[in-house]
Nanobody
């Protein structure tokens, strides 16, 4: 059974930093492209960051987080990370991890193989 379990969310002040993690099990992790999405209250789920499968040589970011967030993966630990710096109140959302084997990058939210249940990140002003 495939599981993606996010952790590391919490409350942080604006300008602060936070790292969220997604631990995967039940799949051949290195063969999956991984991504992070987020959903704020009353809004649709949106793309945040993506990393290619295996070595993770290719990454992609939403314009709203470019230069502030960094995605990385550790295939030995079956984990993908999202390092978030210079956080803003508008970054407040539930952050979801996604895994897909059929894509080079997980950028679009439709048709994804697996989703985690999310971790809440709250940025106070």
């Amino acid at each position: 059974q495939v599981q993606l379990v996010e952790s590391g969310g919490g409350l942080v002040q604006a300008g602060g930093s936070l790292r969220v993690s997604c631990a995967a099990s039940g799949l051949s992790f290195s063969t999956y492209a991984m991504g992070w999405f987020r959903q704020a209250p009353g809004k649709e789920r949106e793309f945040v960051a993506a990393i290619s499968w295996f070595g993770g040589a290719d990454t992609r970011y939403a314009d709203s987080v470019k230069g502030r967030f960094t995605i990385s993966r550790d295939n030995g630990k079956n984990t993908v990370y999202l390092e978030m710096n210079s956080l803003k109140p508008e970054d407040t959302a539930v952050y979801y991890c996604a895994a897909d084997r059929g894509r080079d990058l997980v950028i679009y939210a439709y048709g994804i193989d697996y989703w985690g249940k999310g971790t809440l990140v709250t940025v106070s002003s």
